[in-house]
């Protein structure tokens, strides 16, 4: 019976771990590489009454939605960033459309470290 109790157990376990769907990973894989400015997005704001675009983005971007406002942090042909903030109300939508597409995994994933962030070193080349 003790046996029959840890098979279960372990198969409880197991199914916990193993319980992560392969849309999840991919998911979470693919918003990793548009936050490390891999994949080309276009996010477009939509007035919703009047039917009007706002105001349309297309590049290497992060976006992260806080309460009323989307924010996007765009990286431009020079590897420069810019900040954008844009207001959301009931009427002001938008869609974040993947232009590029990535192929990511769906079995794992990869840690990227960033020198300049764990090492924060001005180099400069002595002639």
């Known amino acids: 019976m003790k046996k029959l109790k ?10 916990l771990l193993a ?3 392969e849309s999840d990973r991919v998911s979470y894989n693919l918003s990793k590489e548009a936050d490390n400015f891999n994949v080309v997005r276009k996010i477009t704001i939509i007035n919703a009454i009047k039917g009007e675009v706002l105001y349309q983005v297309t590049g290497k971007m ?12 765009a ?4 590897g ?13 939508t938008y869609v974040v459309e993947d232009i590029t597409g990535k192929g990511v995994s769906n079995t794992k994933y990869t840690l990227i470290f960033n020198p300049e962030m764990i090492i924060p070193i001005d180099a400069k080349l002595a002639d």
């Open 62 to 73: 992060s976006i992260e939605q806080g309460e009323n406002q989307l924010v996007i942090i």
């Open 19 to 21: 319980g992560c769907r």
């Open 75 to 78: 990286e431009d042909d020079k």
């Open 80 to 92: 420069e960033y810019k900040k954008h903030f844009i207001g959301l109300s009931d009427n002001v």
């Open 6 to 15: 840890l098979l279960a157990l372990a198969l409880g376990l197991s199914a």
